[in-house]
């Protein structure tokens, strides 16, 4: 009896040794993806737990003739299916990145007109401005800047530009040729024109003075406020034959303001408001010039 018994657990180690050496030739089989869909039907499941050693060796392992991994034609068909995917999703990739925002294209766009400097100056902005297809003094030009919150007249150091381009989206001169409109819909905006005209200052002066010479001052108002304000020619002319060599910030706010809020006939004016002497002396004149 005892040797009965032993018998019989031997042989039933032997059986579970086994399947467990098949479990393993067949997982090892299903990661080279050389086995079919064995194991996703419940009815091979069943039969595969319930059958001899033998009969699930069989049913497990695939024909000879399917067992030829490193056959060319098999290993071909795989490659050629591989590479379809890959270039599939390559293509798409790319094209995304194309679409999208690029910071590698962005910096190879500003080194087009820096050259080996990390900055654009005139020569390089006069060529940026003859790619986009706009003169350097149009207003556009001055929007772009205090996107770019640019500090110095002419120029486009390489973190404005990439820290103005990415809030663009901007990468490529044919993306900002696109942004142009949406640039100059600024100008239309009440609260972001007050802003670039303020802007506008700090931007044009030199560094090291407060204020903003008469000659630079007369060309940035005109860029600014001649087409929208029908009193510009005569302040225009009034700055010319006036005193003044200089206009200092307080006194460029105000003609922002002035020009908002006063009628066209200065009826509206009072000369004892806040207002600055440059522009009492504008409005003095203006009428005496209307009397005479």
């Not at 001899?52 to 991994?69: E, G, H, I, L, T």
């Amino acid at each position: 009896m005892h040797s009965d018994a032993a018998a019989v657990n031997f042989q039933l180690n032997s059986h579970l040794s086994t399947l467990a050496n098949i479990h393993k030739i067949y997982h090892t089989l299903n990661k080279l993806n050389l086995t079919e869909d064995i194991g996703q039907d419940d009815h091979q499941t069943g039969s595969l737990r319930s059958c001899s050693s033998s009969d699930c060796f069989n049913k497990v392992m695939p024909p000879r003739k399917k067992r030829r991994p490193a056959s060319g034609d098999d290993l071909s068909a795989k490659k050629s299916r591989h590479d379809s995917m890959y270039r599939k999703y390559d293509s798409t990739r790319i094209k995304t990145e194309e679409e999208g925002f690029s910071s590698k294209r962005c910096l190879e766009w500003f080194y087009e007109y820096a050259g080996t400097d990390d900055v654009v100056g005139p020569e390089g902005m006069e060529k940026f401005c003859e790619d986009i297809g706009v003169e350097p003094e149009n207003v556009v030009m001055l929007v772009l800047a205090w996107k770019l919150d640019a500090q110095n007249m002419g120029y486009f150091t390489l973190q404005e530009w990439l820290k103005g381009m990415t809030s663009l989206q901007c990468d490529t001169t044919e993306k900002l040729r696109n942004t142009l409109d949406y640039l100059r819909s600024f100008l239309n905006d009440s609260t972001n024109f007050k802003l670039i005209y303020r802007y506008a200052f700090d931007f044009a002066r030199e560094k090291d003075q407060r204020s903003l010479d008469i000659n630079t001052a007369k060309c940035m108002l005109g860029l600014l406020l001649g087409k929208i304000w029908p009193l510009f020619p005569v302040f225009h002319q009034f700055l010319e034959q006036s005193k003044y060599k200089v206009i200092n910030k307080d006194q460029w706010c105000n003609v922002l303001e002035f020009s908002r809020t006063i009628n066209l006939d200065l009826s509206n004016y009072d000369e004892d408001g806040a207002w600055p002497v440059l522009l009492d002396e504008f409005v003095e004149w203006y009428k005496d010039k209307q009397m005479s």
